[in-house]
């Protein structure tokens, strides 16, 4: 059974994410805090969004990880995209159409549920708020190209590297990071196979290799990046389709403003 419950403080990891992709003045990211008027907890494994699904406003990902995925006709399942906290996890809502992928918690999470009536509010008075928004869309698309990318041209090791420089950046972006260059990867390694189209074994001899080659460390579901720039190198990470294309602008006015 779902437990709802009043936000009574601002989700700071989802204005967070907000202020990233676009420069919101102090009067919008206030506006922002208020749009969260409740919270849902998940247990692992437990459903999000299901296929086809309808889901009235928007659902925020505030801790936590989960997957988007699709099944098919054999009942095979293709992870397709990951949802950090601070993440919308479907953007439906931009287009009031039902989710054409389902999301699945794999860890415990704590969603952050935003009315339509109340975007539309906010996004009227502030319209920077709906172009960080739709700029969250664009990056969200463009991780999924990436995805289709390492699939199709990325080697078994090369694809597991790139999705950890990734996964390391977009956390570290909404203050996720455990330490400097650690974090949890609350995954088994069948789940990283569904990912990135390896097996298991595979996905454990692959890991072996980037340990070997002290590209990377784990302990647990914890994983160290010892030299991250060095295993972006090695896979061909760049992660500028993770950045909005103002939003060095944006960093650089921030800084002006003190």
Do not use: W
Request: aromatic share 6%; glycine share 8%.
């Amino acid at each position: 059974m779902t437990i709802f419950t009043d936000a009574l403080v601002p989700h700071e990891v989802f204005t967070r994410r907000l202020a990233d992709l676009c420069l919101l003045s102090p009067a919008a990211l206030a506006a922002a805090r208020t749009l969260i008027s409740r919270t849902r907890d998940v247990r692992p494994r437990g459903e999000i969004i299901s296929v086809n699904g309808a889901v009235p406003g928007a659902r925020v990902l505030l801790s936590g990880f989960a997957c988007r995925y699709r099944d098919d006709v054999e009942g095979r399942r293709q992870i397709t995209g990951f949802v950090l906290p601070g993440e919308l996890c479907d953007f439906g809502f931009l287009s009031a159409t039902p989710a054409v992928q389902a999301v699945t918690a794999t860890a415990p999470c704590t969603l952050g549920e935003i009315a339509s009536a109340d975007l539309a509010g906010v996004t009227e008075q502030y319209p920077d708020v709906m172009v960080a928004l739709l700029r969250a869309a664009a990056v969200d698309q463009n991780v999924s190209r990436e995805l289709v990318a390492s699939l199709g041209s990325r080697s078994a090791v090369q694809r597991i590297g790139h999705l950890l420089c990734e996964l390391h950046f977009r956390l570290g972006v909404v203050g996720g990071l455990r330490a400097e260059n650690e974090f949890e990867l609350p995954l088994t390694q069948s789940e990283l196979g569904e990912a990135l189209g390896l097996s298991t074994v595979h996905v454990n001899r692959t890991l072996q290799v980037l340990r070997r080659e002290r590209l990377v460390e784990t302990r647990g579901r914890l994983v160290l990046l010892p030299d991250p720039e060095a295993l972006a190198k090695f896979c061909g990470f760049d992660p500028a389709y993770l950045r909005p294309a103002s939003r060095a602008g944006a960093t650089e006015q921030r800084s002006a403003q003190g």
